[in-house]
RNA sequence: UGGGCUGUCGCCAAGCGGUAAGGCACAAGGUUUUGAUCCUUGCAUGCGGAGGUUCGAAUCCUCCCAGCCCAGCCA
C-alpha cells in the first residue's frame, strides 16, 4: 500500500467534518458566494471562491451565487454580469439560479413586523448624527435613544409608513432592541433597515426601506438552507448579532464562520481602491492587466487553473497574510510551462545579416512545439539570410560567464545553425545597429565538430517575421503594502507597463487567437490582447517573465 | 485605556502533550539546442516573551509583549 500525502484540512473543513460526523444538519453541507455587485472580483474573492465552491464540490454539497444586493446606491448590473462570469470561468458551478438578497425583500419585511411586535425591533427617529452620540465610544457605554420605547402599535404604524415612502431618507430607522452598553458595538441597537429612495437594479422603485448587511445577510443565509457561511476576519464582531437575529426568529441557523482575507504584495485587494485606479483612469480599466482583479488577471494570461492552484497553496487560515508575488508567478509559470506551445518572438530585435547564406535562399527548420511533450507536435520556421535576434543577446565582447554572441564568437541559433558574428556595423553614434554574420552549414540538428558552443539565442527570420507590440507588466504598485498608504496613486509604479513597439514574432502567430498562451522560448509566456490585438496589429501580453538566473546574476554584478 | 481576534523559517502554512510536514523564495551542484524545465543537496536545538505543570510542552496553565478589527442610516 502507497500512502500518498494528503494536504492537511484547513480549520474550516475540519468543522465540518466535524459536524457530519456528529450529523448536524443531516449531513448537508451548503455554502454560498454573497458579493456585492459594487466592483469587479479580485484576487482575494478567487479565495473566498475557491472556499465556498471547494467545499461545496469537495462533500458533494452545493455552493449558491448570491448578490448580496442591499445598497442600491452603490450597485450595477454591470457588475452583476462580471461577476457572474469571473465565477463561471474561474470553473465553478452555482446550485440552480443565481440568488439576490434582494429577492428576499418581502420576507425580510415580514421578519421585521414580527421583531417589531414581539418588542425586538424599533422606529428610532434620532438623525444619524444624534445616533453616533448616543452610540458611546469603545471605552464608554451608549444610552438608550429616546425612541426606543415607542408602543408596538406606533413603530408597527412608522415602519408601514416609511416604507410607503411618507419620509424623507435618514427620518427614521428601524432598529434591534439589544443593550446600549454592550462591549461590542454592534450590539448597541444596531440599524435594521433605513429609508432609500433610490431605484434599485432589481426591484425598480418597489422600496424606499433597504436592510442592512446585518440584518439581511443571516437572514438570506437561513432561507436558503446554508450551513456554513464563510466570511472574513472583519465580520468576527457581528457573528453575535448574526445569531442574535437568527435566534429571534423561527428559521434554521447557520454557522457564521470567520477566515482572514488574502492579501498580495505590492498590489491592492480593496474594491474601494481598485474602483478609484478605474475612475481616476490610472488604469485602462476594471480588466487592466496589471490589476488584480479576476477580469485582469484573466486579460494578463492566467488561467483558471493557475488562480485555483494559487488558492489552494495559500491555505485558509484566520491569521492576517500577506503572500509575495512569487507564489502566484510560480502557478502561472507551473500551469503554462507544462501546457503553453514554444514560439520564438524577439522583443528587441537587432538585425544580422548571415554573409555567407544564399541571398534568396530560405530553409524550412523543423522546431519542436514542446521540449518535455512531444505529443504537441512540431513546426517549420522559415530560416533565412536576413534574421532578428534580441539585442540583449548581443555583446561586442564579454567574459566567459556570457553564453550568447560575441563578437568573433559562435553561438547556437535555437532550432537552426551555428553562427559567427564577424563584424558589427554601427551608426553615427555608437549604436549597434546590425551584426555581420557567418553561420555553419553542417550545424543543423547537430553539433559542430572539433568545438563546444555554449549558448542558444532565439531569433527570427527578417522578412518572414510578423510585427507585433508586446506589453511587459510589473508590478502595479511600488510598495509592498500599498494598502496602508493614505494615498493609492501615490503608490502606483510608473513601470508598470512598458510598451515595445517594434517586436518580430515568427510567422505562425498570424493566425493566434485571443486568449492563447504562448512561451516565447528564453522570454516568458504571453497571451494574445482579448481587446486589442488585430490580425494587422498584434498584441501580446506578457503573462511572466521565465525564471531569468542570468538577470540574477547581472543585477549582483556577478558578471 | 472596552470588546473581538492573531502571533511556528524571508513569505505562506502543517502541527491539536511524544521530541518542528510541505510550498514559495533563497543558496550550491548536475542534465539541457530555452541561462527555462527537470534532478540532487542545503535552509527553525527553534515555535512572540517570561514563568509554571509534566518523564516529556509549539501544543496545557499564568502573566506579559506585539499586530489586526470594531464607534456607517456601507458590505
Same mark, same amino acid.
Given at each position: 500500500?502507497?500512502?500518498?500525502?494528503?494536504?492537511?484540512?484547513?480549520?474550516?473543513?475540519?468543522?465540518?467534518?466535524?459536524?457530519?460526523?456528529?450529523?448536524?444538519?443531516?449531513?448537508?453541507?451548503?455554502?454560498?458566494?454573497?458579493?456585492?455587485?459594487?466592483?469587479?472580483?479580485?484576487?482575494?474573492?478567487?479565495?473566498?471562491?475557491?472556499?465556498?465552491?471547494?467545499?461545496?464540490?469537495?462533500?458533494?454539497?452545493?455552493?449558491?451565487?448570491?448578490?448580496?444586493?442591499?445598497?442600491?446606491?452603490?450597485?450595477?448590473?454591470?457588475?452583476?454580469?462580471?461577476?457572474?462570469?469571473?465565477?463561471?470561468?474561474?470553473?465553478?458551478?452555482?446550485?440552480?439560479?443565481?440568488?439576490?438578497?434582494?429577492?428576499?425583500?418581502?420576507?425580510?419585511?415580514?421578519?421585521?413586523?414580527?421583531?417589531?411586535?414581539?418588542?425586538?425591533?424599533?422606529?428610532?427617529?434620532?438623525?444619524?448624527?444624534?445616533?453616533?452620540?448616543?452610540?458611546?465610544?469603545?471605552?464608554?457605554?451608549?444610552?438608550?435613544?429616546?425612541?426606543?420605547?415607542?408602543?408596538?402599535?406606533?413603530?408597527?404604524?412608522?415602519?408601514?409608513?416609511?416604507?410607503?415612502?411618507?419620509?424623507?431618507?435618514?427620518?427614521?430607522?428601524?432598529?434591534?432592541?439589544?443593550?446600549?452598553?454592550?462591549?461590542?458595538?454592534?450590539?448597541?441597537?444596531?440599524?435594521?433597515?433605513?429609508?432609500?429612495?433610490?431605484?434599485?437594479?432589481?426591484?425598480?422603485?418597489?422600496?424606499?426601506?433597504?436592510?442592512?448587511?446585518?440584518?439581511?445577510?443571516?437572514?438570506?443565509?437561513?432561507?436558503?438552507?446554508?450551513?456554513?457561511?464563510?466570511?472574513?476576519?472583519?465580520?468576527?464582531?457581528?457573528?453575535?448579532?448574526?445569531?442574535?437575529?437568527?435566534?429571534?426568529?423561527?428559521?434554521?441557523?447557520?454557522?457564521?464562520?470567520?477566515?482572514?482575507?488574502?492579501?498580495?504584495?505590492?498590489?491592492?485587494?480593496?474594491?474601494?481602491?481598485?474602483?478609484?485606479?478605474?475612475?481616476?483612469?490610472?488604469?485602462?480599466?476594471?480588466?487592466?492587466?496589471?490589476?488584480?482583479?479576476?477580469?485582469?488577471?484573466?486579460?494578463?494570461?492566467?488561467?483558471?487553473?493557475?488562480?485555483?492552484?494559487?488558492?489552494?497553496?495559500?491555505?485558509?487560515?484566520?491569521?492576517?497574510?500577506?503572500?509575495?508575488?512569487?507564489?502566484?508567478?510560480?502557478?502561472?509559470?507551473?500551469?503554462?510551462?507544462?501546457?503553453?506551445?514554444?514560439?520564438?518572438?524577439?522583443?528587441?530585435?537587432?538585425?544580422?545579416?548571415?554573409?555567407?547564406?544564399?541571398?534568396?535562399?530560405?530553409?524550412?527548420?523543423?522546431?519542436?512545439?514542446?521540449?518535455?511533450?512531444?505529443?504537441?507536435?512540431?513546426?517549420?520556421?522559415?530560416?533565412?539570410?536576413?534574421?532578428?535576434?534580441?539585442q540583449d543577446d548581443f555583446r561586442e565582447q564579454a567574459n566567459r560567464k556570457?553564453?550568447?554572441?560575441?563578437?568573433?564568437?559562435?553561438?547556437?541559433?535555437?532550432?537552426?545553425?551555428?553562427?559567427?558574428?564577424?563584424?558589427?556595423?554601427?551608426?553615427?553614434?555608437?549604436?549597434?545597429?546590425?551584426?555581420?554574420?557567418?553561420?555553419?552549414?553542417?550545424?543543423?540538428?547537430?553539433?559542430?565538430?572539433?568545438?563546444?558552443?555554449?549558448?542558444?539565442?532565439?531569433?527570427?527570420?527578417?522578412?518572414?517575421?510578423?510585427?507585433?507590440?508586446?506589453?511587459?507588466?510589473?508590478?502595479?504598485?511600488?510598495?509592498?503594502?500599498?494598502?496602508?498608504?493614505?494615498?493609492? =496613486?501615490?503608490?502606483?509604479?510608473?513601470?508598470?507597463?512598458?510598451?515595445?513597439?517594434?517586436?518580430?514574432?515568427?510567422?505562425?502567430?498570424?493566425?493566434?487567437?485571443?486568449?492563447?498562451?504562448?512561451?516565447?522560448?528564453?522570454?516568458?509566456?504571453?497571451?494574445?490582447?482579448?481587446?486589442?490585438?488585430?490580425?494587422?496589429?498584434?498584441?501580446?501580453?506578457?503573462?511572466?517573465?521565465?525564471?531569468?538566473?542570468?538577470?540574477?546574476? =547581472?543585477?549582483?554584478?556577478?558578471?
Amino acid at each position: 500500500m502507497t500512502d500518498i500525502e494528503e494536504k492537511p484540512l484547513n480549520f474550516i473543513r475540519r468543522i465540518i467534518e466535524k459536524d457530519l460526523a456528529a450529523n448536524k444538519n443531516e449531513g448537508r453541507v451548503v455554502t454560498r458566494f454573497p458579493p456585492e455587485p459594487n466592483g469587479f472580483l479580485h484576487i482575494g474573492h478567487a479565495k473566498s471562491i475557491c472556499l465556498n465552491f471547494g467545499i461545496a464540490e469537495h462533500y458533494q454539497g452545493s455552493c449558491n451565487l448570491r448578490f448580496d444586493d442591499t445598497n442600491p446606491a452603490k450597485e450595477e448590473q454591470q457588475y452583476i454580469d462580471a461577476i457572474q462570469e469571473d465565477v463561471r470561468w474561474l470553473g465553478f458551478q452555482w446550485q440552480d439560479q443565481i440568488r439576490h438578497a434582494s429577492h428576499y425583500f418581502d420576507q425580510f419585511y415580514e421578519f421585521a413586523l414580527g421583531l417589531i411586535q414581539g418588542g425586538k425591533a424599533y422606529i428610532c427617529s434620532l438623525s444619524a448624527q444624534e445616533t453616533r452620540e448616543y452610540r458611546g465610544s469603545l471605552t464608554e457605554p451608549g444610552r438608550n435613544s429616546p425612541y426606543r420605547d415607542r408602543s408596538v402599535e406606533e413603530n408597527l404604524d412608522l415602519f408601514a409608513r416609511m416604507k410607503a415612502g411618507e419620509f424623507d431618507e435618514g427620518a427614521h430607522v428601524l432598529r434591534a432592541k439589544i443593550d446600549m452598553a454592550s462591549s461590542n458595538m454592534n450590539m448597541r441597537d444596531p440599524t435594521l433597515y433605513r429609508i432609500r429612495k433610490v431605484i434599485h437594479h432589481q426591484t425598480g422603485d418597489a422600496w424606499c426601506v433597504y436592510p442592512m448587511y446585518d440584518y439581511a445577510h443571516c437572514i438570506s443565509d437561513a432561507i436558503e438552507g446554508i450551513t456554513h457561511s464563510l466570511c472574513t476576519l472583519e465580520f468576527e464582531d457581528h457573528r453575535p448579532l448574526y445569531d442574535w437575529i437568527l435566534n429571534q426568529l423561527d428559521i434554521a441557523h447557520p454557522q457564521q464562520i470567520e477566515f482572514s482575507r488574502l492579501e498580495l504584495e505590492y498590489t491592492i485587494t480593496s474594491k474601494r481602491k481598485l474602483n478609484q485606479l478605474v475612475v481616476d483612469q490610472c488604469v485602462s480599466g476594471w480588466d487592466d492587466p496589471r490589476m488584480p482583479t479576476i477580469a485582469g488577471l484573466r486579460r494578463r494570461g492566467y488561467t483558471p487553473a493557475a488562480l485555483r492552484d494559487f488558492c489552494e497553496r495559500i491555505g485558509v487560515t484566520k491569521s492576517e497574510n500577506r503572500v509575495e508575488m512569487s507564489v502566484l508567478e510560480n502557478c502561472i509559470r507551473e500551469d503554462l510551462g507544462a501546457r503553453a506551445p514554444r514560439v520564438m518572438g524577439v522583443l528587441r530585435p537587432l538585425k544580422i545579416v548571415i554573409e555567407n547564406y544564399p541571398e534568396d535562399q530560405v530553409e524550412d527548420v523543423v522546431a519542436s512545439n514542446h521540449p518535455q511533450d512531444e505529443s504537441m507536435g512540431t513546426r517549420t520556421l522559415p530560416f533565412a539570410r536576413e534574421i532578428y535576434i534580441e539585442q540583449d543577446d548581443f555583446r561586442e565582447q564579454a567574459n566567459r560567464k556570457f553564453k550568447r554572441l560575441v563578437l568573433e564568437g559562435e553561438v547556437r541559433l535555437r532550432h537552426a545553425y551555428v553562427i559567427k558574428c564577424e563584424s558589427v556595423i554601427e551608426d553615427g553614434e555608437g549604436n549597434i545597429v546590425e551584426l555581420r554574420c557567418s553561420y555553419d552549414k553542417d550545424t543543423l540538428g547537430k553539433n559542430p565538430e572539433g568545438r563546444k558552443v555554449r549558448g542558444v539565442i532565439h531569433w527570427v527570420s527578417a522578412q518572414h517575421a510578423l510585427d507585433a507590440e508586446v506589453r511587459l507588466y510589473d508590478r502595479l504598485c511600488n510598495v509592498p503594502n500599498p494598502g496602508a498608504e493614505e494615498d493609492i =496613486v501615490e503608490t502606483l509604479n510608473p513601470d508598470s507597463l512598458e510598451t515595445l513597439l517594434n517586436c518580430k514574432v515568427e510567422p505562425g502567430l498570424a493566425k493566434a487567437a485571443a486568449w492563447t498562451a504562448y512561451q516565447f522560448e528564453r522570454v516568458g509566456y504571453f497571451c494574445v490582447d482579448s481587446k486589442d490585438s488585430t490580425e494587422q496589429a498584434m498584441v501580446f501580453n506578457r503573462t511572466v517573465g521565465l525564471k531569468d538566473s542570468w538577470a540574477k546574476m =547581472v543585477s549582483k554584478g556577478k558578471s
